[in-house]
């Protein structure tokens, strides 16, 4: 386990470190509380934490665990949260998991992954005490905005992969580890799909409902996280389209080339059809057969064989076969 920062803020400014068991004596108003922020802890760690902030033992079981789909939970005055984090690795995305304990005077992050580290919100929340001040819905508004934020970089690198495919195929015949690589950014981004979905969910939830921890006039900040998501979720979608179209163009154009291949081999077979035969019948080798004592007949046969060959050339080559 590894913690992270564990601080005591006063009206937007750091106070002093505190520990994980240390019971801190806050006051009345908002503008006061402990930040506690873990990655992967042990669950005597976590238990620990519990017993000085009273945690509920469903939402500590739950933050055990390194993966779970977004959800957001009320156990008395405490709100609990859990936001999924990604991070492109390679060509895949890894999801990793946010869990947010959030009470009046107090907020933890439990975090599992190696996306959604909060060194540099911290920063800059600390860089600005008049809106760090607010008190935790703040902070934990902003925490979801990061996780928002992260996501765009996934979809700005899936997006470079795709629309080059893109480009390529107009061009050229898709290879088969292309199109393999087609049906694994399909499958990737419709499970993304899933997690802004359901992390849109969550971020309705607290726009509409009424929790604790949660001020009125923190609202607005929650519905700015709700459009960021929606954007996001937009334009995943129009990547997925983009995807599906360039799958079907390549499908469409690979079908037009394979057709103009066959109208070519048909458009030959057909002239050669004449000559093989005209020289099939006089191959057949009978005794009697007029035409052989005809003193010019191999010129006439060969006449006509040039003749109907340069008659369906002609043909084909307009009806642009050849």
Not at 11 to 30: A, C, F, S, T, Y
Not at 49 to 64: E, G, S, V
Not at 307 to 315: A, K, N
Request: charged share 20%.
């Amino acid at each position: 386990m590894t913690i992270i920062a564990a601080y005591y803020y006063n009206e937007g400014k750091r106070v002093r470190e505190i520990r994980l068991d240390e019971h801190v004596e806050l006051n009345e108003n908002r503008s006061g509380f402990c930040w506690i922020a873990l990655s992967e802890p042990t669950a005597d760690e976590l238990s620990a934490i519990q017993t000085t902030y009273n945690l509920h033992p469903l939402a500590i079981d739950n933050a055990m665990h390194p993966l779970c789909p977004p959800k957001l939970e009320v156990y008395n005055d405490e709100l609990y949260v859990v936001a999924q984090t990604a991070e492109l690795v390679g060509d895949r995305i890894s999801y990793g998991k946010m869990a947010i304990f959030t009470g009046h005077n107090h907020l933890i992050t439990v975090r599992h992954g190696n996306a959604g580290a909060l060194g540099k919100l911290r920063e800059q929340l600390e860089a600005s005490p008049t809106q760090f001040g607010k008190g935790v819905d703040y902070v934990l508004h902003a925490i979801l905005h990061r996780v928002v934020d992260q996501y765009l970089p996934i979809f700005e690198m899936i997006e470079d992969d795709v629309l080059a495919m893109e480009r390529r195929s107009l061009h050229d015949f898709l290879g088969p580890e292309e199109v393999a690589r087609i049906f694994e950014l399909r499958s990737e981004l419709t499970r993304f799909q899933r997690t802004l979905g359901a992390m849109a969910e969550l971020v309705r939830k607290l726009v509409r409902g009424h929790f604790p921890c949660i001020s009125a006039e923190m609202t607005p900040y929650f519905h700015d996280v709700a459009d960021h998501v929606h954007r996001v979720q937009s334009m995943v979608d129009g990547l997925l389209l983009v995807l599906s179209t360039v799958f079907e163009a390549s499908s469409l154009l690979e079908a037009q080339r394979i057709g103009v291949v066959t109208r070519l081999l048909a458009a030959w077979a057909a002239i050669l059809a004449v000559p093989t035969a005209i020289a099939g019948i006089y191959g057949m080798n009978f005794k009697h057969m007029p035409e052989l004592d005809t003193p010019y007949g191999y010129f006439v046969v060969l006449g006509v064989i040039a003749v109907f060959c340069l008659l369906l050339f002609m043909r084909f080559k307009k009806a642009k076969w050849l």
